[in-house]
């Protein structure tokens, strides 16, 4: 049987964690009709993994798992607690410069699910570090570090600065939703317990 994204490449293994290098379009766990997904293939090698955080199906890159309940216990406590360092590179729409926060309460906008908003009224607190990188006059490369976990909350706060991610089929405009054919968000770096992993995206 071929698998539509190919093996998940793995990018470290020891007796604690396993780091994988997720493909876009690859559920981070099982859907509702879709039983593959990246913990089920992690699982298929190491049985003893565990989900410790996700990635939205539409982004590619690192994604960590627990060997155990001890170590997901361990791990889930420094992601909650904001021990764990993530980075991820995007491509925008438009000409962006500088760097910054974005600093925009969100929430789920429920009638529309899955899609979230910003909400100054009851939304959670949301904050994002930005760095333009590269421009080539039409698509701007960015470094984001996201200070808080909320769900789409890069896709949302850079749809807010003016400047949504391309193939982003949620909150792109649709000329820069169809520019292309993967949303073009990639968790390229992780830091955690002493450690750094690396993973350069394929855009």
Not at 12 to 30: C, F, N, W, Y
Not at 75 to 87: G, N, P, Q, W, Y
Not at 89 to 98: D, E
């Amino acid at each position: 049987m071929t698998l539509p994204f190919g093996p998940l490449r793995v990018i470290h293994a020891d007796d604690r964690l396993v780091i994988v290098d997720k493909p876009s379009g690859l559920l981070s766990v099982p859907g509702r009709t879709e039983p593959d997904c990246a913990s089920a293939r992690v699982q298929a090698l190491y049985p003893d993994a565990l989900i410790v955080h996700r990635l939205d199906q539409a982004t590619s890159g690192l994604l960590l798992f627990a060997r155990g309940p001890e170590a997901q216990r361990e791990l889930s406590a420094d992601f909650a607690e904001r021990r764990v360092h993530k980075t991820y590179i995007a491509l925008v729409g438009g000409q962006l410069s500088g760097s910054g926060c974005i600093d925009l309460p969100l929430s789920a906008d429920w009638p529309n699910r899955p899609r979230q908003q910003v909400d100054h009224l009851q939304g959670k607190p949301s904050q994002t570090l930005w760095r333009a990188v590269a421009c080539d006059g039409e698509t701007t490369r960015v470094h984001l570090e996201p200070i808080t976990g909320r769900s789409h909350q890069l896709r949302v706060h850079l749809a807010a600065l003016g400047h949504p991610i391309l193939g982003d089929a949620l909150y792109a405009p649709p000329e820069l939703a169809a520019a292309r054919s993967r949303l073009m968000l990639h968790a390229s770096a992780l830091q955690i317990a002493g450690h750094h992993f690396q993973s350069e995206p394929e855009f």
